[in-house]
């Protein structure tokens, strides 16, 4: 009766099992069963690693000590002995002592006498797999995964494993494990039986040798639930996690991973004493899906076949930009342009470490009640780690990363992941964008171009990455937009013109009465709004839920057409992201080198205007790109180039007509005022030139009107120079002076 290495017989000869069973020592069973178990892990886990992991040992001794860490798959161990990874999970401290026992060994009978590895189990069950919220007291003991994202870090920290004291006494040292992270432990008595002198703590004193203990690297990290395992209404859990020894240190806000490790408790303590009520703690045994984009959307093979099979119908353009909010009546080109955006460009690094980014800004600029919310909301729910947010509840911390002191870190200071950080590789929809705070507006610059946000606060300097699609939205400051004016639509919205010009692509949505449009639209809604079912009625069960896709295939038919089910968008867009990069052709590069310098020869009413710049540029490589990717080409060919040029076309069009000037975002000033506003300085200059360094205001109006320029307009443009900073008027003077 041979198991796991050792014989029942022997051991009850050993151990006197008979007499155990006899006076039923239940205790004294289970105290035989884990020596054993002991004895004989190391043994087990040699076997392993020698039939199994000899070469990647190999490699770790090559790599040390940049690599400290041997990774074993789960999957393997089963492998090996079934009951043996069974054990792992139900018993993981005994195996990650053996195995760490094991390596080490190992390596020593190989000649590296200097090394002390780790032993890290990855690839889980899934049946050990949790989210933050499902964690109960069955787990606690137990090895299992969390699927989360990282939102708070703190500083890596020595921690004391194995504390040695000295007794103040008689100069005997004493060595006491330290299994609490959050308390230091004190010998009770300097012990006798050690070679101690026998006193108490309270007749001596211990002092703790920090040359002889052991210390080991220590982090706190907080772990949340993935956006898209929360239910509706609720906040996010979150977890206090450790890491500790080479896992110190590898994880940034924002990351998301999977933590492989151990609950254990901690009693919660109010008024100074400890509470029958327990706090849980995750200590990080392993680490996978390190930024390993979209990994964590699961697509199978039936549905990677599907996904291919989509990819190759004629209208596959015309199928997305029907499943992109169907409810929404038309808006044909604003929805080709987010289809666009969702499958978005391929980001590259170039040899002088500059990178080009692949993601799509987006601007909706619109009238009150043209479903600009709508549009977002849905935008937000079919992108992989799509996340939504409003301008006015969105401040610069919350969108970027906060800085917030933890308790759990002995209150130092610690980064909080903001909004763009968790939609890292995905896609931000910031509504009412226009009516964020200026100086929580100005944070966006750099995580919109750099896609990166560098953070010094409270003594923290560190970089953040928000490689993510912007589609924001924002209202005229005026409540509707005027056509007919000197100011561009651009002006028109509480927006910086710089910001304005980090957008690829700026749609101008107004809400014109039109009476056949408008019938249309009225017939729309009320259809749409009959077609849905009760609310109640389907939280109550009473109902099923219209959201829930019935369709096997993933492709429904409605009287909006034939459109994707939500979950199917979502796994196609990761599924073109993670494997199709497409290159552009040379065709391709030609047409839009040749859009490009046609468009440059294009002046405005200005001398100062310029129609195009190589902003834009990138951007219609970055929407041929996305083009491809939507057929999962690797190619993006002539017919993509020819999409990203009738688009940006479109919406150039539509923003400011024939003439476009991109001077105009820059400065959100029209090219005649720009001239206007030139000429009377021109004028100030050249009288206050002639007249000791002051101009006469009433010389300067006459001068105006020979440049076509009336005496209100000119008061205007003085009282906005005066205003800028850029001309003094002294007051209860009528003359001027150039700053």
């Known amino acids: 009766m041979e198991t796991r290495g050792w014989d029942f017989r022997e051991v009850m000869a050993k151990y006197r099992w008979h007499n ?16 054993l178990q002991e004895f004989d892990l190391p043994a087990r886990w040699t076997s392993l690693i020698q039939d199994h992991f000899a070469e990647s040992v190999h490699n770790l001794a090559q790599m040390w000590p940049d690599e400290q860490s041997l990774e074993v798959s789960y999957r393997v161990i089963e492998g090996f002995d079934h009951e043996f990874a069974h054990d792992i999970v139900q018993h993981p401290e005994l195996h990650f002592h053996a195995s760490n026992q094991a390596l080490r060994q190992f390596l020593m009978d190989a000649g590296h006498t200097t090394m002390y590895p780790f032993v890290r189990i990855v690839h889980l069950p899934v049946d050990q797999v949790r989210t933050v919220s499902q964690l109960r007291a069955d787990d606690i003991g137990t090895m299992l995964a969390i699927d989360a994202v990282t939102t708070k870090i703190s500083g890596v ?11 103040m006494a008689c100069g005997h040292s004493m060595v006491v494990n330290q299994p609490n992270e959050q308390e230091l432990i004190e010998p009770i008595e300097c012990q006798q039986l050690d070679g101690g002198c026998g006193r108490a703590k309270r007749q001596t004193r211990f002092e703790l040798n920090q040359k002889d203990s052991i210390l080991i690297n220590s982090q706190f990290i907080e772990l949340q639930e993935l956006p898209e395992q929360m239910k509706g209404g609720i906040q996010p859990e979150r977890i206090i996690c450790i890491a500790e020894h080479d896992l110190a240190g590898k994880l940034n806000p924002g990351d998301r991973v999977k933590g492989n490790g151990v609950l254990f408790i901690r009693s919660q303590r109010k008024g100074g004493k400890d509470t029958p009520v327990f706090d849980i703690f995750l200590r990080i045994h392993s680490l996978e899906r390190q930024n390993i984009p979209l990994e964590e959307i699961v697509i199978t093979e039936d549905e990677e076949l599907q996904i291919k099979e989509l990819s190759r119908r004629p209208d596959i ?25 969702l499958f978005g460009g391929v980001a590259r690094l170039n040899p002088d470490g500059t990178r080009n980014r692949g993601d799509i800004h987006i601007l909706l600029m619109g009238d009150p009640g043209v479903a600009k919310s709508q549009l977002l909301s849905y935008m937000s729910t079919i992108s992989p780690r799509g996340r939504f947010t409003s301008g006015q509840s969105a401040s610069a911390a919350g969108l970027t990363a906060a800085a917030v002191q933890d308790s759990a870190a002995d209150g130092r200071w610690t980064l909080e992941a903001g909004a763009l950080v968790l939609a890292d590789l995905g896609l931000a929809a910031i509504d009412e964008f226009d009516k964020m705070n200026e100086g929580d507006r100005s944070s966006m610059h750099e995580a919109m171009e750099q896609q990166k946000i560098s953070i010094s ?24 937009f005027e056509p007919v004016s000197e100011v561009p639509f651009t002006a028109q919205i509480n927006l910086a013109p710089p910001l304005v010009s980090r957008f690829d692509i700026i ?27 009760s609310e109640l009625l389907v939280s109550e069960g009473n109902a099923p839920d219209p959201t829930k896709s019935t369709s096997r295939s993933g492709v429904e038919n409605s009287e909006h057409g034939e459109t994707l089910s939500r979950d199917l968008i979502r796994k196609y867009i990761a599924y073109s992201k993670r494997t199709v990069h497409p290159s552009l052709e040379q065709d391709a590069r030609d047409t839009i080198v040749n859009f490009y310098v046609e468009t440059r020869k294009q002046t405005g009413d200005s001398n100062d ?48 007509g024939g003439n476009f ?39 300067v109006f006459n001068e105006a009107e020979r440049y076509d320029i009336d005496r209100a307009t000119a008061e205007n443009i003085i009282e906005q120079l005066v205003q800028h900073g850029r001309m003094i008027r002294p007051s209860g003077y009528e003359t001027l002076q150039i700053v």
């Open 609 to 656: 205007s310029v129609a195009i710049t190589a902003r834009s540029l990138e951007a219609l490589a970055r929407l041929a790109e996305a083009s491809a990717r939507i057929r999962l080409s690797q190619v993006a060919t002539l017919e993509d180039a020819e999409r990203a040029v009738r688009m940006t076309r479109l919406w150039r069009e539509e923003l400011m």
């Open 157 to 167: 920290r020595p921690r004391i494993y194995a504390a040695t004291f000295e007794c």
């Open 317 to 341: 353009y015309e199928l997305f930009a029907n499943s992109i909010a169907p409810s929404i009546f038309g808006m044909n080109p604003v929805k080709q342009s987010l289809m666009l955006q």
């Open 20 to 35: 155990c069973l006899e006076v039923g020592n239940l205790s004294r069973i289970s105290q035989v069963l884990k020596m």
């Open 457 to 480: 606060k409270a003594g923290i300097n560190a970089s953040l990455r928000t490689r993510c699609a912007v589609l924001a939205a924002a209202n005229p400051k005026n409540g509707r």
């Open 507 to 533: 749609w101008l949505l107004t809400d014109d009465p039109e009476s056949e449009k408008d019938a249309k639209i009225a017939q729309h809604i009320i259809g749409n709004r009959l077609q849905g079912t």
């Open 661 to 699: 000037d991109e001077t105009t975002l820059v400065t959100g000033k029209k090219g005649t005022v720009r001239h206007r506003e030139k000429a009377v300085l021109e004028i100030v200059a050249s009288l206050a030139a002639n007249n000791g360094g002051i101009a006469q205001l009433l010389d």
